[in-house]
């Protein structure tokens, strides 16, 4: 069909595109373009060569082929055919194949967990268990039973499977065969079909019946059609004929091993890291890619709101892309690397979708076996990546995907932590980035304390590791104002030189010099930073019975307060507290630092002890912290984070602590020089506290 314009007859490709319409203003056209049985097919010849040259999986080849014919049929100006070009380029690129092996030296990996971070025992110990278990696992030799009536064959295959490293053997009948796999398990049997009393096909039926993952590989001399389809249909994963071909028997037992341990050898919890900022969780995953030599990726989670940041998008007009999964492993060449998923606990969904809800099949070892990225459209194994998650907490990550880790909390350092680490990590490292190699500055030992104690409160490093860097700069700068040359001439860094350089001391302890007052109580807190304490304060004035809540309280906590305010007024006679005190009167409980939201169920105890203290008139210790959940009937419930505020009122300058007598247990599991810097005073009820908290 041809098409008039003006006197020029041009053939009209199938549709007529907008650019070959005249342009408006002159009457100069576009050229014409050639249709596709006209173009020169070397492109996509070259594009069909590195397709089959990729060593795609079958699969996933077809698929490619498939799109290179539609390809074929476009117009090379269509939008869709370079949306074509560039999706199947990146099938191509991605290491279908790829893998780096990993080292298994256990005693390597803890030599490089043991110089790279100092404490951190528990974390350490669950890593090195996940690497044991590898081990093991790569290690392990394959079970083969041979079954055979027939003395000469059984021996000769047993002695065949045996040079291949396979822990094989033999059964002389199919009775011998079924006690023997009731007795242990195998990952494959090699039976003869027929035998005496029991043949092949009755051992394959008690297989499965005892063993239902067994493989099973049946060999006959009588190789019929019918015999193979009764021998599949009930379960056989191969029917081998007589006389045996030795090389078709190893490849076959090899292709049924491969199968059964498929995405097997990489299953196992995913590990999330969950700690306040600067514990070393990012450093952590550092050193276990460095220990098992895989290549290392960092993904970070926070503030992403979009569900197509982790499945991609659909292939549906130009610039779509894969999810950042996919992106990072095909930037990375391997498909086992190490994943760090940071910020798993700052996710956020909206109209977009939840990428929280995405993460569910990525982090499912059942299910990312075959996960599908939108834009790729085709299945893409993860389970060879080892994913490690990190959170600052626990309490924003949805209870699908949390159901999913395996959580090990990093807890924060301790002083003596934090002066091993400063000595033999920070202080060197800051000492080569200020150019300090030659005139190395030696802080002692109070220069380090005074740093940690007066100028950081934290539960990490990262403010010790600046104020270390600020020092070293300004010792710098005063060589160079010296024209110091020599190292003697640099002194040492003592207290007295950190105060000169920081300035004064930024922090104080929170209990040093406050006077005990009525109706103030101090109590121990566990947040997403790390151990605080707080201070609760009471105050009771003519009103209307209400009860004031004030201090930017979550829900939980202003219930832990009615609870408290319940209990005194049941318990008014135990406590010499006046029946009617909460008549005609308004109670108002304030818990200072408005600006920062509180929450948690183990505010209760502080709050009864502040009313107490308010309504007896009797002051509250306040070198005396306390933590636990009071209900109605007065018992105290056990709280978590012990050690995190344990070290919270340590640095408080605090000596006693109280906590629930059921938290015992992780009493018993403090550090020794944490447990022993604190007196530690457990109850049960409210009564047994009294007298020793109210002056």
């Known amino acids: ?123 350490k110990e669950r890593i090195l268990e996940h690497l044991a278990v590898r081990i093991l696992k790569s290690s392990s030799r394959p079970k083969i039973l041979v079954v055979d009536d027939d003395e000469i064959a059984r021996r000769n ?20 065969a079924l006690r023997l796999m009731a007795a242990e398990r195998f990952d494959v049997v090699v039976t003869d079909y027929r035998m005496e009393k029991v043949d092949g096909l009755a051992v394959l039926e008690g297989a499965k019946v005892i063993s239902p993952e067994t493989t099973i590989i049946m060999v006959t001399g009588h190789a019929t059609m ?11 994963y191969h029917v081998l004929a007589k006389p045996l071909k030795l090389d078709e028997l190893r490849q076959t037992i090899r292709e049924a091993l491969a199968e059964k341990t498929a995405g097997l050898e990489n299953r196992g919890p995913i590990l ?67 994943f760090m998923l940071d910020e798993i606990d700052k996710l956020s969904g909206e109209f977009k979708g939840d990428p929280a809800a995405a993460l569910l099949e990525v982090l499912d070892q059942q299910q990312n076996a075959h996960f599908t990225d939108h834009y790729l459209d085709v299945p893409f194994d993860l389970s060879k990546v080892m994913f490690v998650a990190t959170a600052n907490s626990v309490d924003t990550i949805p209870a699908p995907l949390l159901d999913r880790l395996e959580v090990l909390y990093l807890s924060g350092y301790m002083l003596e932590e934090k002066a091993e680490i400063a000595r033999h990590h920070l202080i060197p490292r800051a000492i080569r980035e200020a150019g300090l190699n030659d005139w190395s500055p030696t802080f002692t030992a109070p ?42 001439t640099v002194q040492s860094i003592t207290p007295e030189k950190v105060e000169e350089l920081l300035g004064p001391r930024k922090y104080f ?61 049941s318990n008014t006679a135990r406590f010499n507290i006046p029946a009617d005190f909460f008549e ?21 105890l502080t709050i009864a002890v502040a009313l107490l203290s308010l309504l007896t008139k009797r ?18 419930l056990p709280v978590g984070g012990i050690k995190e505020k344990m070290m919270a009122a340590r640095r408080a300058g605090i000596k006693t602590v109280i906590f629930p007598e059921k938290n015992l247990g992780n009493l018993k599991e403090m550090p020794p020089a944490l447990a022993n810097s604190l007196k530690v005073i457990t109850i049960s009820e409210v009564g047994e506290v009294v007298e020793l908290l109210l002056v």
């Not at 019918?226 to 056989?236: D, E, H, I, L």
């Not at 403010?463 to 005063?478: F, G, P, S, V």
């Open 509 to 569: 302890q929170e209990t040093a010099g406050l006077k005990e007052r009525i109706g103030v109580a101090t109590g121990l807190a566990w947040t997403g930073m790390g151990g605080e304490i707080i201070f609760v304060e009471a105050t009771i004035m003519q009103g209307h019975n209400n009860l004031i809540l004030t201090g930017s309280l979550g829900e939980v906590m202003k219930e832990s307060a009615q609870a408290a305010l319940s209990y005194l007024r």
């Open 619 to 636: 002051p509250a210790r306040l070198d005396i912290a306390l933590s636990g959940e009071l209900t109605l009937t007065g018992r105290i």
């Open 447 to 488: 220069a380090i304390e005074k740093i940690i104690t007066e100028y950081t409160r934290e539960a990490g490093l990262r403010n010790l590791q600046r104020q270390i860097a600020a020092i070293c700069r300004k010792t710098a700068r005063e060589i160079l104002k010296q024209q110091a040359t020599a190292p003697e």
């Open 1 to 123: 069909m041809c098409r008039r314009k003006g006197r020029q007859r041009v053939k009209a490709p199938p549709p007529i595109p907008n650019w070959l319409t005249m342009r408006i203003f002159g009457k100069e056209k576009e050229p014409d373009r050639p249709a596709a049985e006209d173009r020169d097919p070397s492109d996509l010849d070259l594009l069909r060569e590195s397709i089959l040259n990729a060593a795609l999986p079958a699969n996933i080849e077809k698929v490619a082929l498939d799109e290179l014919a539609v390809l074929a049929k476009s117009n090379v100006d269509a939008a869709e055919y370079t949306i074509g070009v560039n999706y199947l380029n990146y099938l191509i690129s991605l290491p279908w194949h790829k893998t780096t092996p990993d080292n298994l030296d256990i005693e390597r990996a803890e030599r490089i967990l043991d110089q790279e971070h100092f404490g951190l025992t528990e974390i």
């Open 584 to 604: 005609n009167t308004d109670i108002h409980i304030h818990i200072p630092g408005g600006g920062i939201p509180k929450d948690g169920p183990s505010a209760g």
């Open 226 to 236: 019918p015999t193979a389809v009764q021998a599949m249909r009930k379960g056989s």
């Open 272 to 338: 999330c890291l969950v700690g306040p900022p600067g514990t070393g969780k990012t450093s952590l995953q550092k050193s276990i890619a460095r220990s098992l030599e895989r290549k290392f990726i960092r993904l970070s989670l926070a503030g992403i709101k979009d569900e197509a940041e982790i499945r991609g998008h659909r292939r549906s007009y130009v610039g779509a892309l894969p999810g950042r999964i996919i992106q990072e492993i095909r930037r990375c060449e391997s498909r086992n690397p190490v």
């Open 157 to 176: 295959l047993q002695h065949v499977l045996s040079q291949e490293n396979y822990l094989v053997k033999p059964a002389a009948n199919g009775e011998e």
